[in-house]
């Protein structure tokens, strides 16, 4: 599907815009945050019809799909579609959360309300409030969070720790998981009840091996956004740099694909980028490639063996902490480390001040 003809679609399903906004044509990119959803793939913009079609309710949403297909770009467009746009949209990555401050996180506390309540402080709901509470990775919720979150979808109320007084929650919950939820479930992992009360509206988003004909599109849009952003002057996908991509499983889906292309551009000093510019899967960096044909036998196989992991390191925590933003708790799950151990190497690198 064209991109003129997904935007008619749309405009047929929102109806006519009011007299104060801009036409949908202009606005739909810039305003609802549809720029960074690029495909037309079929299977793609189907989710996007289910998108502006959901934004327009005020009923829970439940997003599903593999790690890195773009599920929290999905939430932002949800709520910019919806009623509640005028007011803030509040991520919450779940795993980050541990269960001994959940409710003060969550609901907030009075002063006084525990050892450390030195002052009283606002939970997520309470910063949402007139807006939309986003709840990545809601599969990680121990049972007693679950619990607890389901209270506040079935009564609307929540109490902040240390008060008497209930609060009347005025918040939309959009969820997420890379999970199957209906097989936790099923596993007495995930509480039916918490499940049912999430899974009231559903988009599932394909991952990138089921939409082929979209990594070109993709990619270029990264090319070319990631250029601008970072004075890299204009620089083109080579015909077999883009059959490089096309032929490659992406497991990572979009973020991966963002990352390679963000690689590829650094790397590639002139115009044009190459398919030798590209590293994916297990490919070796073209920097590093480089560098080990360099040092030759000048240094025993034990320092470069050295030299060569140090140089792996860097670049992997680095590349961790901008795509997650910084976020160390996330940097460290995707990594597979303890968040100590995972902050350790990060400072060992000097990457946490710049990435903080």
Known sequence: MRGDELYFRLHRLLGPPAAARAPIHDSLAAEIGFQQLVGEEPVFVDALL???????????????????????????????????????????????????????????????????????????????????????????????????????????????????????????????????????????????????????????????????????????HFAAEICARDGLGRKTLTPAAVRKLETYAWPGNVRELHNAVHRAALCAAGGDILPRHLTLGEERPLAEADSASRSGSDETFRAGKRRAIESFERAYVQQLLHTFSGNMTRAAREAGKDRRAFGRLAKKYGLTQSHA
């Open 50 to 220: 289910r998108l502006a079609q959901f934004g327009l309710s005020d009923a829970a949403v439940l997003l599903t799909g593999e790690t890195g297909t773009g599920k929290e770009l999905c939430a932002r467009a949800v709520h910019w579609l919806s009623r509640r746009r005028g007011g803030p949209f509040v991520p919450v990555e779940c795993g980050g959360i541990p269960e001994h401050i959940f409710e003060s996180e969550f609901f907030g506390h009075l002063r006084g309300a525990f050892t450390d309540a030195r002052t009283e402080q606002k939970g997520l709901v309470a910063v949402a409030r007139g807006g939309t509470l986003f709840l990545d990775e809601v599969d990680s919720l121990s049972p007693g969070m679950q619990g607890k979150l389901l209270r506040l979808l079935q009564e609307q109320t929540y109490r902040p720790l240390g008060s008497e007084q209930y609060c009347q929650a005025d918040v939309r919950i959009v969820a997420a998981s890379n999970c199957d939820l209906g097989a936790l479930v099923r596993q007495q992992r995930f509480r039916s009840d918490l499940y049912f009360r999430l899974d009231v509206l559903r988009v599932h988003l394909p991952p990138l091996r089921e939409r082929k004909g979209d990594v070109a599109r993709l990619a270029r």
